[in-house]
């Protein structure tokens, strides 16, 4: 893909990368290949998109192309969030039919008849007369519908401060919630559409739209082995590890 940028300019008045995976990277570790790729990018490359630090130090040398990120650079400057209160399930995002979130609702509430599982979150605006439908199916005092945060420091901390973000979305051309969480380093386990599958590369975080076996089995999988996990910044990603 990268070759194909010199042929692509000639065609084109300007050329925008948005890195939306590690996966581009892999291969950068060969020293060749990585002055390769940035003399490409600087003289064939208008502006760079990346969502974290890490990927930025790829593209960052002298006479670089533009480089922004996708979202605002607070979500990588920012400090993480720590709190000594129990941590909570969230959803973060336009609460409606589309978003999944009555298979949300409906897969943690049948869990919650088995397991002491702590507060799912659903925050965001509720699109009108969506509300009072999710009100009658609520029936346990864990699931808390919120209202909206704007503001981008409360915002960050409430992704810090969560055990996963879930989400459960039907349609998504650019999940902007899972690039938040994914700048932020907590994990997030989303339906497998549109994008989502490069973000998150690892099947157990990813299952498909409208499975609430498959969404349940995978969230209660994580809650259960928590402590298996671990965030590795040189891969950028979660990996599962023996404790």
Known sequence: DTL?????????????????TNKTFKHLQNKFLLNLTRQIFKFFVDEVYIITEEQKEIFQHKNTTKISTI?????????????SE????????????????????????????TYDLPLLKIVGPV??????????????????????VY????K?????????????????????????????????LATKIAETKY???FDEFLFLPGNLEELEYKLLN????IKTLIYTPTQERWERVKV
């Open 151 to 154: 503001n981008l420091i409360d």
């Open 127 to 148: 699109e009108k007369n969506y509300l009072k439908k999710l009100e009658n199916i609520i029936t346990s005092e864990k699931i808390k519908i919120l209202s909206p």
């Open 222 to 225: 994580y809650l259960k082995n």
């Open 71 to 83: 979202i605002n650079n607070q979500y990588i400057t920012q400090k993480k969030a720590t709190s």
């Open 86 to 113: 129990e941590k909570y399930i969230l959803f973060l995002g336009r609460v409606c039919l589309e978003k999944g979130i009555e298979d949300l609702i409906k897969v943690y509430q049948k869990l919650l008849e």
């Open 199 to 201: 973000f998150i590369e």
């Open 156 to 188: 960050i901390k409430l992704i810090d401060l969560a055990e996963i973000l879930v989400y459960p979305s039907y349609t998504d051309a650019f999940p902007l919630t899972v690039i938040e969480s994914f700048a932020r380093k907590t994990c997030c």
């Open 4 to 20: 194909s940028l010199p042929f692509l300019k000639f065609g084109l008045k300007k050329i925008k990368v948005i890195v939306h």
